[in-house]
């Protein structure tokens, strides 16, 4: 790469749509993420076998079937990935829980029980703490999400689960470039966010609107001048016309919001194996074994 910092998310979405057939392939994951567990293994071993290609070298377009397994490794890839993750969504929050459990009561939710007890000084010096570990914990989380991207890339490459979870070997990729990897993991947060804003305001525009139909569908119904009998019944199939519209519209934005999702996972993916190319993958020997940067010191 020229001497300019590598956009590696900018190169990884100009990666994937490159790529023959992405968009269907980003709906079939998306179609396959609806499935606990079993979606996001699929999902994290197609995303992380493309992921470990590029770290090697090779500039290929997503692999043609999500369900290919052309490696014979995706889903067990895709499980290792899966503990990973699952571990360092855990630990952050374990973490923070014990923190706020050793610090003690604080925060304005407790305001009352201590000025009911005249001890307001102790509420204001409660407040700081709260603020600190609440800074901690946001710290921990961030640190394990980049851990959780640059382990999945080992796992990808030596297809053990325990070599995603060698914290040294970590530590001392993100040392080497911890600009690079923050900045995917920053791009990643944002788009994140976005999608999250957009789900959940489509979401609320469309209960608002069902509920408003409902509300004028009882209406016209009651006060139609129907009998009693028959105004029950039409209620009655109002309500299971609109709990169907309803239902195909959830299922229907769950499906987009997921598509979303696996798009970005393929992104993010694709932009974390960019990052490791430069980490010379073609010389690793075994995963205990020295990095070639690490030799050369």
Known sequence: MDGQRPQYMKLAWGDVRASAGWKSKCFRLGLVSLIPV??????????????????????????AEVFGNEDGRQYSRGFYVFVLV??????????????????????VAYEHFWSGHGLMPLFWASS???????????????????????GSLRISIYDRMSAGFQFGKVWAMVRRDTRGIASILGWSLLFTLVVSIVAFVVTMVVMVALVTVVAVAVGVVSYGGADAVGSSMAAALALCAVAFVGLALAVALALVTMT???????????????????????????QDDPLPFESHV
């Open 38 to 63: 079993f979606g996001d293994i699929v999902r994290e071993g197609y995303a992380y076998g493309w992921a470990r290609d590029v770290a090697w070298g090779v500039r290929e377009q997503l692999p």
């Open 86 to 107: 699952l571990v360092c969504t855990l630990a952050p929050w374990a973490a923070s829980s014990l923190l706020s459990a050793v610090t003690g009561m604080h925060g």
């Open 128 to 150: 700081a703490v709260g603020v600190v570990t609440f800074a901690i914990s946001v710290a921990l989380t961030l640190a394990a999400s980049v851990f959780a991207m640059v």
């Open 260 to 286: 979303a999702y696996s798009a970005l996972s393929l992104v993010t993916a694709r932009a974390v194996g960019l990052w490791g190319y430069q980490f010379d993958v073609a010389s690793w020997r075994g």
